[in-house]
């Protein structure tokens, strides 16, 4: 059985008031970098859900040869109508789909090995006890995520789920760090630049 990677790409980065998807980390995109990760950790199925300026970052994208899914209604709904577009792409066939937004680009390869390798259910990586990314979730728990009802997003659609959620412990604080505004992308960059 394989594991997939859902990348959601499809904000319009208004807090941002930049296309974050397209700010760089170093010599690479937000988009590119959590693309990479993801390849350089073993996974080659990976879905990149797009939406605002979607033509723009799939011509930009296009060299790294994900599946692109289209959120046709992005400026009408939250992230997690996008996670659940991409996930319904692994509900067969594989065995676990992992979840990261575009704007969690920082996370290192270690925390990302720690979590495909875990076999719970759901594994989610926290660091100084907060809750970080890529999360990754059993492809049977993905119809239950489908059809959850509540407003809680996809968080509450892994409580609902019913299965306990694995917290790994890491030592990552890029796994924490997302970049919503000019601020939090600034504290990204001199994290990735420090020695």
């Not at 495909?116 to 990586?125: D, N």
């Not at 100084?128 to 489908?146: D, E, F, V, Y």
């Not at 959620?165 to 420090?194: C, H, P, W």
Request: aromatic share 8%.
């Amino acid at each position: 059985m394989k594991t997939g990677a859902v990348i959601v790409a499809a904000g319009m980065s208004t807090r941002m008031k930049q296309f974050k998807q397209m700010m760089k980390i170093g010599n690479l995109t937000m988009a590119e970098r959590v693309i990479m990760s993801f390849r350089k950790a073993g996974i080659d199925d990976i879905v990149v859900v797009i939406g605002y300026r979607g033509d723009e970052l799939k011509e930009a994208l296009a060299y790294l040869n994900p599946v692109f899914i289209e959120n046709k209604d992005y400026e009408h709904t939250q992230m997690f109508e996008s996670a659940k577009l991409g996930l319904e792409h692994f509900l067969e066939g594989y065995d676990k789909a992992l979840f990261c937004p575009v704007d969690v680009p920082a996370f290192s390869i270690k925390t990302l090995e720690q979590v495909i390798k875990c076999k719970s259910e759901i594994a989610v990586p926290r660091c100084k006890g907060r809750n970080g990314h890529p999360i990754a979730i059993k492809s049977s728990l993905i119809p239950g995520i489908l059809s959850y009802q509540g407003e809680r997003g996809l968080k509450g659609a892994m409580e609902a789920s019913g299965v306990p959620i694995d917290y790994i412990e890491v030592d990552d604080m890029g796994s924490l760090m997302d970049a919503d505004t000019v601020e939090d992308y600034e504290r990204i960059v001199q994290f990735y630049n420090k020695p």
